[in-house]
């Protein structure tokens, strides 16, 4: 039931929030626009709770990588996959046990702030600079925080970004990377997910009515990936990274404003 009273699955304003959330999220899983993704779940919450939309969103995902894996079989980086993971774990269960003590205003907060740096360092730095090799220590921690935002949001690309973006992967290879690292990770969220209780009737059934425009958009998205150069994509990543920034920033700003004074 949504805010008004009205089942989700017959509500139209819920379905003008949805259906380009889910294009959205599709898009970036086929590799074009890279942090856009995060958007979705605030994009759905003009309608439903956080909670309920990331519950919705989490089968529809799970189809989404699918397509994603299939698109970019092949394609991807173990080193850095054998990193990230397991910081990933970690985070998925820190997420699932302190994720209620912290707000989602603080979340959004959180995840604004890291992006919107992570950018202004990446336009603002030399030149010259190097482009950066894997690494334990940063890839175990970028992999945590991305575990941590994507079990409460489904919002773990703009961390993951913070770490392969800098590496300069070809595009194709970064963009499998993401899809084997999304895959494993939304497949272990199904364990805490359910044991909450987020797959009630109405989710699971709004889900499947959605579903359908999980594969439409991931194939847009790798459609548009193969028609624009490696540099173009790049720059529509760190843009589109640092728009999601503003907007987190400014709706995690508001809320916990309104929620404190």
């Known amino acids: 039931i949504n805010r008004i009273g009205v089942p989700v699955i017959i509500d139209p304003f819920f379905y003008l929030c949805a259906v380009p959330a889910i294009l959205i999220f599709g898009m970036a899983k086929g590799g074009f626009g890279g942090g856009i993704a995060v958007v979705s779940v605030p994009l759905m919450s003009l309608a439903i709770s956080p909670i309920q939309a990331a519950a919705i969103l989490l089968p529809i995902l799970l189809v989404m990588d699918a397509v994603a894996l299939w698109s970019f079989r092949g394609q991807w980086d173990r080193p850095n996959i054998k990193i990230l ?3 990933a774990v970690i985070g998925i269960v820190l ?9 989602e205003d603080m979340i959004r907060i959180l995840i604004g702030v890291i992006a919107v ?4 360092n990446y336009w603002f730095k030399p030149s010259s ?3 950066q090799g894997v690494s334990i220590i940063r890839g175990g921690f970028w992999g945590a925080v991305a575990g941590f935002t994507s079990f409460g949001i489904h919002a773990g690309g703009p961390p993951v970004n913070m770490y392969l973006l800098p590496q300069r992967l070809e595009k194709s290879l970064l963009m499998g990377t993401m899809a084997i690292f999304f895959a494993v990770v939304n497949v272990i969220k199904l364990i805490p997910y359910s044991l909450q209780g987020s797959f009630d009737h109405t989710n699971l059934l709004t889900a499947a009515v959605l579903m359908p425009l999980a594969p439409v958009g991931v194939r847009l998205g790798f ?5 624009v150069s490696e540099k173009t994509i790049y720059r529509i990543c760190y843009f589109f990274l640092f728009i999601v920034g503003i907007k987190l920033l400014f709706d995690g700003g508001q809320g916990a404003w309104s929620t404190y004074f």
């Open 129 to 131: 600079a190097k482009a």
């Open 223 to 227: 459609y548009l990936l193969h028609k």
């Open 85 to 87: 993971l397991p910081g």
């Open 117 to 120: 740096l992570f950018c202004l």
């Open 95 to 103: 997420g699932s046990i302190g994720f209620r003590y912290l707000s």
